[in-house]
T-cell receptor, first 112, second 115 residues
Framework: GQQVMQIPQYQHVQEGEDFTTYCNSS?????IQWYKQRPGGHPVFLIQ?????EVKKQKRLTFQFGEAKKNSSLHITATQTTDVGTYFC????????????FGQGTILTVHP | EAGVAQSPRYKIIEKRQSVAFWCNPI?????LYWYQQILGQGPKLLIQ????????DSQLPKDRFSAERLKGVDSTLKIQPAKLEDSAVYLC?????????????FGPGTRLTVT
């Protein structure tokens, strides 16, 4: 899969503030998958976006896939301390047997 | 359903020694992956199996790393001899199918320290 660039690398917020991380690619992506990894834990699948302009919500989390399928975002409303961790976006290459290529991710710290 | 199992959880060895990691994927998952995650980085795919065949090992350092998935279920990853830069968490993941994107389920990982 093609590697996507993710920003910011780090984000520190106060509990209750919103948080957004962005993924960008220079080429059109077949899909985007988002994973969360808690400190000391393993990546956990959050969601997959496939369609242009797709928006999906999971409680306080909102995921978007750009119209051109070259970017994606994850927005968390009113962060909680349980949101702490690293958020990765990945592209599972459309033709390469689901191979994921992870970037560095965005490390989120939430101060109570 | 039971998740991906890995053992051991932690391993400390000296450089030039050998080590092996074991993974048992979720029952019925045809695709198995081994990742290396160095501290502060995202996971890097080492090898991917579809049943008992290798579909991608382009990033596996084959001079020292080997992996097998006999009978298309359990898998082992071996390092021989280990180097200091092999210190990392080794993650195993599985997914229900390949050929199109499917979510991957990760095991807890094995934290390897090479001294």
């Amino acid at each position: 899969g093609q590697q996507v660039m993710q920003i910011p690398q780090y984000q520190h917020v106060q509990e209750g503030e919103d948080f957004t991380t962005y993924c960008n690619s220079s080429t059109t992506l077949s899909n985007i998958q988002w994973y969360k990894q808690r400190p000391g834990g393993h990546p956990v699948f959050l969601i997959q976006l496939v369609k242009s302009g797709e928006v999906k919500k999971q409680k306080r989390l909102t995921f978007q896939f750009g119209e051109a399928k070259k970017n994606s975002s994850l927005h968390i409303t009113a962060t909680q301390t349980t949101d702490v961790g690293t958020y990765f976006c990945t592209n599972a290459g459309g033709t390469s047997y689901g191979k994921l290529t992870f970037g560095q991710g965005t490390i989120l710290t939430v101060h109570p | 359903e039971a998740g991906v199992a890995q053992s051991p959880r932690y391993k400390i060895i000296e450089k030039r020694q050998s080590v092996a990691f074991w993974c048992n994927p979720i029952s019925g998952h045809a695709t198995l992956y081994w990742y290396q995650q160095i501290l502060g980085q995202g996971p890097k795919l080492l090898i991917q199996f579809q049943n008992n065949g290798v579909v991608d090992d382009s990033q596996l350092p084959k001079d020292r790393f080997s992996a097998e998935r006999l009978k298309g279920v359990d898998s082992t990853l071996k390092i021989q001899p280990a180097k200091l830069e092999d210190s990392a968490v080794y993650l195993c993941a599985s997914s229900a199918t390949s050929g199109r994107a499917r979510e991957q389920y990760f095991g807890p990982g094995t934290r390897l320290t090479v001294t």
